[in-house]
C-alpha cells in the first residue's frame, strides 16, 4: 500500500510493522516482499537504535516487522528492498522544517533509511534489494 509507513504506533492500520497490515498479506503467498522507509523518511521519523523494539522509531519498526512476518510466515521467503534516492523540495517551504530538499528534521535522507534497511536485513537473515545504491531509482 503506498503512502504509508514501515513505523507506527499500535492499532495504525497504515503502519507495516502493525498487526493489521501483517494479517493482511495471505498466507497462501509463498513469497513476501516489503519495500518501505520513504514516508518514514519524509515524515522524519527518528531513526532509534539497531537492538529497538519501538515501533515509532525507524529500527524498532523494522524489527517489529521481521518478527511480525516470522512468525506469521515461518516457512516462506520473505524479501525487503531499500528506500529510493529521493528529494522533496516541497518540505522547505511546507512547513515541515526540513533545511534542505534532502534532508528531514532528523538531519536525516533517504540513504540513512535505505542503510538502516540493509542492516536489519543482514540482522534479520533476509534477502535485501538495494534499490537506493543498486538500481538507480528515484
Known amino acids: 500500500m503506498g503512502?504509508?509507513?514501515?513505523?507506527?504506533?499500535?492499532?495504525?492500520?497504515?503502519?507495516?510493522?502493525?498487526?493489521?497490515?501483517?494479517?493482511?498479506?495471505?498466507?497462501?503467498?509463498?513469497?513476501?516482499?516489503?519495500?518501505?522507509?520513504?514516508?518514514?523518511?519524509?515524515?522524519?521519523?527518528?531513526?532509534?537504535?539497531?537492538?529497538?523494539?519501538?515501533?515509532?522509531?525507524?529500527?524498532?519498526?523494522?524489527?517489529?516487522m521481521f518478527s511480525k512476518l516470522f512468525t506469521r510466515f515461518p516457512a516462506k521467503r520473505i524479501m525487503v528492498f531499500t528506500t529510493p534516492y529521493g528529494e522533496m523540495p516541497a518540505r522547505i517551504s511546507d512547513g515541515s522544517a526540513w533545511p534542505n530538499a534532502i534532508t528531514n528534521t532528523q538531519g536525516l535522507n533517504a540513504g540513512d533509511y535505505a542503510e538502516a534497511v540493509r542492516i536489519a536485513a543482514k540482522k534479520w537473515g533476509v534477502p535485501c534489494v538495494d534499490i537506493f545504491t543498486d538500481v538507480g531509482w528515484n
Do not use: E, H
Open 3 to 64: 503512502g504509508t509507513k514501515i513505523s507506527g504506533a499500535g492499532g495504525d492500520a497504515n503502519a507495516m510493522c502493525q498487526d493489521t497490515r501483517i494479517n493482511a498479506i495471505a498466507t497462501t503467498n509463498d513469497l513476501i516482499t516489503v519495500m518501505g522507509g520513504t514516508n518514514d523518511w519524509a515524515g522524519s521519523v527518528a531513526m532509534g537504535t539497531l537492538a529497538s523494539t519501538d515501533p515509532l522509531t525507524f529500527y524498532g519498526a523494522l524489527n517489529t
